[in-house]
């Protein structure tokens, strides 16, 4: 829907910003490197939007790698996705 596009990229502005990354570094960010995790897990936590959008706007290559990505900071079994986790998890609360 309309809404849950506008709602996931504030999302991905907020969760930029928390992560003090640009829109370029997307591109230049591994498929599954950790602040890319992290954005994924914010979108699909926050918002109503389908995985092919997700990895299409983080450039994540296929579908799964969302999956992955998400599992990944939800489980958070290393420090740097708590890391990550930890500095996303005020933006989702945000936009309660």
Not at 14 to 29: P, V
């Amino acid at each position: 829907s309309e809404h849950g596009l506008e709602q996931a990229e504030l999302l991905v502005q907020g969760g930029l910003k928390a992560l003090r990354l640009k829109e370029a570094d997307l591109a230049r960010m591994s498929r599954l490197e950790v602040g890319k995790c992290g954005l994924a897990w914010l979108i699909r936590s926050g918002a109503t939007t389908n995985v092919e959008w997700v990895a299409q706007r983080l450039k994540m290559g296929h579908r799964t790698n969302v999956a992955h990505a998400v599992r990944r900071i939800r489980l958070a079994e290393d420090a740097e996705a708590r890391r990550i986790r930890t500095a996303l998890e005020p933006v989702l609360q945000s936009t309660d």
